[in-house]
């Protein structure tokens, strides 16, 4: 649901430039330091990036779901690094508190993570528990007016550079699976928390994730999301769907990028003495692409309409998620056969983003995670 | 002071241009269109005035179909306080943009006026100096700094021996170079809230001026296909080739 066009579309010109003429010239820079620069990153607090769903009324703008997955379009063709360092303000670090919370904690977060002035990580994978998100092991027990936060969160993604953690903690060791799970919102200076070394990964330079430790870590009731125990859990599932379409629009914008790479490389390299664009071999990998990735587009778009007209959309999140980054991983895999031995040296971009796409099929529920439960949400379907 | 941007609407600077099979114009159809980019400088000094203080209110203008409010919202996007929009379908030259932009000022008594130098998709660089004789303004052209001191306006050109600074009295027009300003991004939440900003429709009947083509096109031609550039091994090698097959020196 677009509120109005020609202002979403002066919007999504502003990205796109700012995405042309700020972020792709330093792609480069980002993946060699492995650091998003500190210009570009008050470039971004300045343009209201990560604010993008908070809500106007704390200094957000409030986006649709339509409206996001254009922005993500947008943000998608450049490095994931930019987009993962406004994400989880956008996304899995605030929308606990913007459901849940109470108007105090609303007024003293969401404020300061529409303006980037702090960053919000989000604490929910363990060691043990990654797609079994409810099984996780990290306790809070209530202690008088405070509670005592135990346990080791893995894969954190903006842990080193958080300012508040929503963290995923059992509070009653009783109830196992969702019931039990309670979320809180932890300053990153309370005493007891230690993050760990960023991780290595295999792309994505710049977007750091790692471990952050809770020993003993001591918080006051009132931290704990909706001030009720077991909300916090529940209400972020609910909303994994939100999530997923924004990841298939921005590996949809990656796609097109990698697209956009190839077809120039393409009419530029010349083999048996003209451009490599003229063998049907090679149009044929540009054409499957195209094709795949309006498919991609027209899936993100349904189901991010239809979210907005507030119909249950698991299924299309699921079946748009899954599609759309398996086939980001296809177009990528063309563009590096497309550049041939170019598309293995990092010269070019598209051997960074061979690797940086990768993870669209792992994070925000694996490929296989969506297939269970497109294919339950089926069988539910069928049996009522 | 009250400042007055002109702005114009043009195919966006990274659109490859593309002319018309019959070579009747150039191919405007499904083309991304945008703000001019030296008018994008212009609304950026304009603003930066009005952040220091000197500039109390910013007004954009435009002249041109009903699409072209679009590139009016940027502008109050980016900072300008209202937009006065001239609707026309008519191909507008630059004595008629003159003309009605003449108007407007007569109307608004701005401090200042600021124009881009020139459009990218004509190059005609005529407007603000025709818009410069017919209100009997001062001129400062090829603007790369533009300073107010003591009620008077400080301007720096580029010209091809170097930089002249003139001092001009206000009210007076500016047009910008390219290396006035570096124009900002909109921020998003101004994106959203320059809807709410006011924007007045004018034609130019009711401006009283006639916007009817005085030029007839008769021909568009894409420019020649460049050969590709060979790199050269010396100095010696380069002046020989220059001197020889380019015969651009002797």
């Known amino acids: ?384 | 002071m009250k400042v007055l941007v002109a702005i114009k609407r043009v195919i966006d600077y990274n659109v490859k241009i593309r002319v018309k099979s019959d070579h009747s114009d150039v191919d405007l159809t499904n083309v991304k269109m945008a703000m001019n980019p030296f008018c994008e400088i212009a609304v950026e000094e304009a603003v930066r005035l009005k952040e220091k203080g000197v500039a109390t209110e910013v007004v954009v203008v435009t002249i041109g179909p009903k699409a072209a409010q679009e590139q009016l919202r940027t502008a109050l996007a980016l900072g300008a306080d209202r937009a006065i929009h001239v609707e026309t379908d008519l191909r507008v030259e630059s004595l008629g943009a003159a003309r009605a932009l003449a108007k407007i000022v007569e109307e608004q008594q701005p401090g200042l006026v600021i124009l881009g130098k020139q459009a990218i998709d004509t190059d005609n660089n005529q407007t603000g100096q025709m818009l410069a004789a017919l209100t009997g303004l001062p001129q400062g052209t090829f603007a790369s700094e533009v300073a107010v001191e003591d009620g008077r306006l400080r301007v720096t050109r580029e010209i091809d021996g170097g930089l002249e600074t003139l001092e001009l009295t206000l009210p007076a027009i500016v047009t910008t170079d390219l290396r006035l300003n570096e124009p900002r991004y909109a921020k998003l939440p101004d994106i959203m809230k320059a809807k709410k900003k006011p924007l007045e429709v004018r034609t130019p009947a009711d401006l009283g001026v006639e916007l009817a083509s005085r030029i007839k096109l008769l021909k568009v031609e894409p420019p020649a296909e460049r050969q590709a550039g060979i790199k050269v091994g010396s100095v010696d090698e380069l002046i020989d080739k220059l001197k020889n097959e380019a015969k651009v020196i002797s």
């Not at chain 1, 990698?258 to 149009?283: C, H, N, T």
């Not at chain 1, 170019?342 to 995670?369: C, H, M, N």
């Open chain 1, 1 to 384: 649901m677009i509120r109005d066009q020609e202002t979403m579309q002066i919007l999504l010109d502003s990205i796109r430039s700012f995405v042309n003429e700020a972020l792709i010239p330093r792609e480069e820079e980002v993946a060699e330091t492995d650091e998003i620069p500190e210009d570009i990153v008050s470039q971004m607090r300045d343009m209201g990036l990560f604010g993008l769903t908070i809500p106007e009324e704390f200094g957000g703008l409030g986006v649709t779901m339509e409206e996001e997955v254009n922005i993500a379009f947008e943000l998608g063709r450049t490095s994931p690094a930019f987009r993962s360092f406004i994400g989880t303000n956008n996304g899995i670090g605030s929308i606990g508190i913007l459901l849940d919370g109470t108007e105090e904690q609303k007024a003293t977060y969401l404020p300061k993570l529409a303006s980037g002035e702090i960053l919000s990580s989000f604490c929910l994978t363990e060691p043990d528990s990654g797609s079994d998100a409810a099984s996780l092991r990290t306790t809070a027990v209530r202690d008088g007016d405070h509670y005592l936060i135990n346990g080791t969160k893995r894969y954190i993604t903006n842990a080193p550079h958080a300012g508040i953690f929503t963290v995923m903690a059992r509070t009653d060791p009783e109830i196992k699976g969702a019931k039990g799970i309670s979320a809180f919102i932890v300053e990153a200076t309370t005493p007891g928390i230690t993050i760990g070394k960023c991780d290595k990964k295999m792309g994505q330079k710049g977007a750091h994730t790692a471990d952050v430790i809770f020993d003993n870590v001591r918080v006051p009731s009132s931290a704990l999301i909706g001030e009720n125990e077991g909300v916090g859990f529940k209400t972020a599932m609910k909303v994994l769907d939100k999530g997923r379409l924004h990841i298939a629009a921005i590996a949809v914008g990656a796609a097109e990028r990698v697209l956009e790479d190839s077809l120039r490389y393409a009419m530029e390299r010349k083999q048996f003495g003209r451009p490599i664009s003229d063998f049907q071999l090679i149009q044929a990998m540009l054409a499957d692409s195209k094709a795949e990735i309006y498919a991609a587009r027209c899936m993100v778009l349904d189901a991010a309409r239809r979210r907005d007209d507030g119909l249950s959309v698991s299924t299309e999140a699921s079946c748009a998620k899954m599609f759309a980054t398996e086939m980001c991983s296809r177009v990528a895999d063309r563009g590096v056969q497309i550049h041939g031995g170019a598309g293995y040296v990092s010269d070019y971009a598209v051997e960074r983003f061979y690797r940086d796409v990768r993870l669209f099929r792992l994070y925000e529920g694996t490929t296989q995670i969506q297939q269970v439960i497109i294919s339950r949400n089926m069988i539910r379907e069928a049996q009522q």
